[in-house]
């Protein structure tokens, strides 16, 4: 398998000159790993017009080793990284204007650069190595495609699991209990487990709310897999659902399967998020679904694309996208369908092989 991490570094290249950067130092984890493979808590990166140099501590000195190989220079800072890597950059000829990640940089570490970097011209950059990262390689998938089986098994093993009784955080625990036996590396946020009313609340946190019949219950998670995340939601109904449960379900599913059936590259964001608002509004729902449809995935839970109603830039073929479309009736309860989706040329591949149709558990 050819090393992505070349041509990764090449297009951030690119990208730079265009901007005309002589360099980007690199302060977001997920984009240090994107480029070098290092997964370590502590680095700093940086990319110049022909050199790389990644600097992390003494913890991360064999890791390091072993992730990084020959693909940029490792020096391994025994005091801080910040002070190794002003006297890495005055080695470094030419340079001159230097992008930092305006969104991953934190005012304390600003005002070095300000200080310690007053002799480089610093100018703030959005989104470059995020970009790149949008569209992703068949690497990329299959660790992502990984990730949902992973899930996917331990929501089967959670539903078989539940019972009338147990509380929310009975629940959450066998579900990342199952994600973690069945190979997830990490949960990539606390898992959502909410029932009865609570459903309605749509980022609930499991609590010690006991489950009982007649309530829906609402699984969100995801699993992680060589740092590539899946994003999974499911409501199931504990006994008989209602007329009124069953309407609402509908609605739903009907909702994720047209944006999933629909969502194409080439649309932008806002018209994938249409897809889904429209069945929803038709079934009177509308305003139930206050949230927007979808979110990229890979090395982080949330990044680009959008799907949401004011997301103006186009969808890319090879983009990693969550479907979940919800509705939520304060005080009564809610349903979310959350799929993940790889978008091609000719239309959308699902990765997430679950069940739909609304499980009654007995
Ligand atoms: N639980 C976060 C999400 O589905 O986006
Ligand atoms: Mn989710
Ligand atoms: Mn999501």
Redesign the pocket.
């Known amino acids: 398998v050819p090393d992505a991490r070349g041509q990764r570094l090449a297009a951030l290249r690119a990208a730079l000159a265009g901007a005309h950067l002589d360099g980007l130092l690199i302060t977001s984890l997920p984009n240090v790993r994107y480029l070098t493979g290092f997964s370590g808590s502590n680095a700093l990166l940086f990319v110049g017009a022909t050199d790389a140099l990644l600097l992390t501590d003494f913890r991360y000195q064999t890791q390091v080793g072993d992730e990084v190989g020959d693909t940029v220079r490792v020096r391994i800072e025994p005091t801080s990284i910040w002070s190794g890597f002003w006297s890495a950059l005055s080695g470094i000829p030419g340079l001159e204007i230097t992008g930092f990640e305006s969104s991953h940089l934190l005012h304390r570490d600003f005002e070095r650069l300000l200080e310690q970097g007053r002799r480089w011209r610093w100018r703030a950059t959005v989104d470059l190595v995020e970009a790149l990262r949008e569209r992703k390689d068949e690497d990329e998938l299959a660790s992502i495609r990984d990730a949902a089986e992973i899930g996917a098994a331990a929501l089967a093993r959670t539903i078989q699991s539940v019972r009338v009784g147990m509380t929310e955080l009975d629940v959450c625990g066998v579900l990342e209990q199952s994600l973690r036996s069945c190979g997830s590396e990490a949960h990539p946020?606390p898992p959502?487990v909410a029932s009865g009313p609570r459903s309605a609340l749509p980022?609930a946190r499991a609590s010690t709310r006991a489950i009982a019949l007649g309530d829906f219950l609402l699984l969100?998670f995801g699993a992680t897999f060589r740092g590539y995340c899946s994003?999974i939601?499911r409501t199931v109904v504990l006994g008989r659902a209602s007329e009124r449960q069953r309407e609402v379900y509908a609605a739903v599913l009907l909702a994720n399967e047209r944006a999933r059936m629909g969502v194409r590259p080439g649309m932008r964001g806002c018209d994938a998020d249409a897809l889904a608002r429209t069945v929803l509004e038709e079934a009177g729902l509308g305003e139930a679904f206050g949230h927007s449809l979808g979110?990229g995935i890979g090395l982080e839970?949330?990044e680009a694309p959008r799907l949401s109603r004011v997301a103006e830039t186009m969808l890319q073929s090879g983009a990693v996208v969550?479907i979940?479309p919800g509705a939520y009736v304060p005080e009564w309860g809610g349903v979310r369908i959350?799929d993940d989706v790889v978008l091609r040329d000719e239309g959308s591949e699902l990765l997430t092989h679950i069940p739909r149709e609304l499980i009654e558990l007995s």
């Open positions: 946020f959502i980022h969100d994003d939601t979110h839970i949330h969550t979940e959350e």
